[in-house]
């Protein structure tokens, strides 16, 4: 097989880094994932094949549902809080929501759906919404707050809809 390269742009990376499992996939498995295409076990783009098959896209509880949880967590706790606190909490709230395979160890060794709070809450970081102060310390921005109070106000809005 031949093997070409390609010049992407920083949106295409970070769309690929979503799609990928950290440790497990290069953004040629990830393409070829996303494009139905079958694996290639003489994949010479990564030091050695992947044994950790890719969960089905929709299996998992999407990312965007750790963000109030997460928030939320954190707010109650007065503003920040350690790690450890917010994945107690966000396993409370969502403990009846999460999939088998949320539950699922991955090759790593942590539960899924612990790495899935870290990716949820680094794109919180991201967004403006979240920041580290400490090493291990989350803590709610000014603009995570008003997220948070759109977000809850937004489902408040549902839930009284959904009861009509």
Do not use: C
Request: hydrophobic share 40%.
């Amino acid at each position: 097989m031949t093997n070409h390269w390609i010049e992407v742009d920083g949106e295409v990376i970070d769309a690929i880094k979503k799609a990928a499992e950290p440790f497990v996939d290069t953004p040629n498995r990830v393409l070829r994932w996303m494009f139905g295409l079958p694996s290639n076990e003489d994949d010479r783009t990564a030091l050695a094949p992947s044994s950790v098959p890719r969960v089905p896209r929709g299996s998992l509880l999407p990312l965007t549902e750790f963000d109030v949880p997460i928030l939320l967590a954190i707010r109650e706790a007065g503003g920040s809080a350690p790690r450890q606190k917010v994945m107690i909490a966000v396993e409370m709230a969502l403990g009846d929501r999460l999939t088998d395979l949320d539950r699922t160890p991955m090759s790593s060794g942590g539960m899924r759906w612990r790495a899935r709070v870290d990716q949820a809450r680094h794109e919180l970081v991201k967004r403006g919404f979240l920041e580290s102060s400490l090493p291990g310390i989350w803590t709610v921005t000014q603009a995570g707050g008003k997220y948070l109070a759109r977000r809850l106000k937004s489902k408040e809005a549902a839930d009284r809809g959904a009861g009509e």
